[in-house]
DNA sequence: CGAAAATTTGACATGACTCAACTGGAGTGG
DNA sequence: CCACTCCAGTTGAGTCATGTCAAATTTTCG
């Protein structure tokens, strides 16, 4: 599929449709790009450029803290968006990197670009609100789940949540998703399949 | 100060002006509530017809697993938002209760009437998209210290970013917030303190 | 003042972590 | 095709942070 249609095909699960001309707008801000497997995004401490919408493939957004120990935010498949959007918003460096599980292809739009996108077509206001709405509901429950639930109801929240992405990743990085060690993600499997 | 002063000022803390017709669609669109101390603003199971601006006052947001336990989620001073975004969208009943711990002073509006104010005022789309975007980032961070770090470190970094909470606050509520026992938390602050 | 709520403390239990060793499969080079 | 290595995953033993239960103490507020 050619990445604009995931792109457009997202746009209209928020029942928001564009004017050709906005679409040609559109269309002429984002920068497509491919991306392989184990390829960085983006890494922590760079500036952050680009917000990066998923058309193919499969990123991990993670951050290593000072004692060098890897933790994973967001796996982030097809038709997501991923970026370290504070670093974007307010050109600061990266806390994070965002790296490629499997090939990738996305659609890259710059701040400078977005900025006069929302000028050229201001619905895409109300295609962000929409969709940080959205994710902040889902990191709402997450953030609620990990305060108040142990590891093993998460893991099941995790699998029912994401199935397809839970068959795409090894389990040490669904662990580190999960705030848990790989051995105790193991333990919980063989506790659930006993 | 009048209620409305505190939801422009909030507006402006965004570069978001308003013409004077716009002004006046959106003061005739929220109505002006008062709410004592310990009363509800919301309770889970009920539909959310409005969302919430604070003027003044103090509100958490909590919900109610399945063993009785509370568990709050957030705390609204002034010029916050609250409600339960996902209920008040989708239509369904609340999960979250939000009271007031203090005397409050709100605004608020109803679905439809947010809905002709994003047609009446597009640029409202603008605001509440970058008052998602800061929410999200926020929400980000803090689920993402409450996987990888111990309890003091949440502790500490409550206290650093709303140190003026802390002190409005009884202790077991922010042990609710940062998802520990208040035993814990009072073991913690013996620690701090010796 | 007196009741109720909040906080602290102690003893013990438990979930998750750490460290270390082991297993098994995927790739690599002889 | 067979070692060999590498990495993910598993398992075990011991430790630590935090939870649970129960009780004492302090604070709040009618």
Redesign the interface.
């Given at each position: 599929m050619e990445p604009y249609e995931h792109l457009f095909r997202n746009f209209s699960r928020y029942d928001i449709c564009f004017s050709p001309e906005e679409i040609l707008a559109i269309e002429s801000l984002f920068v497509q790009r491919k991306f392989r497997k184990n390829q960085y995004i983006l890494q922590q401490g760079d500036m952050t450029r680009h917000e990066t919408f998923i058309c193919r493939g499969l990123t991990r957004t993670y951050?290593v803290?000072e004692k060098g120990?890897e933790?994973v935010?967001f796996f982030g498949p097809e038709e997501w968006w991923v970026g370290d959007?504070?670093s974007f918003?307010c050109s600061v460096p990266s806390q994070y990197n965002v790296d490629c599980l499997e090939e990738t292809e996305v659609l890259q739009i710059t701040r400078s670009d977005l900025e006069s996108l929302?000028v050229q077509v201001?619905?895409m206001?109300?295609y962000?609100?929409i969709l940080?709405?959205n994710?902040?509901?889902s990191?709402?429950q997450?953030?609620?789940s990990?305060?108040?639930k142990p590891a093993l109801q998460r893991y099941l929240e995790f699998q029912e949540k994401y199935p397809h992405i839970g068959a795409r990743v090894p389990d040490h990085q669904i662990a580190s998703y999960?705030?848990i060690t790989p051995q105790s993600l193991s333990r919980i499997r063989r506790q659930l399949a006993g």
């Open positions: 951050e803290d120990v933790h935010l959007l504070y918003l929302y201001p619905r206001n109300q962000f609100r940080f709405q994710a902040y509901i990191l709402a997450r953030a609620s990990s305060l108040s999960l705030g």
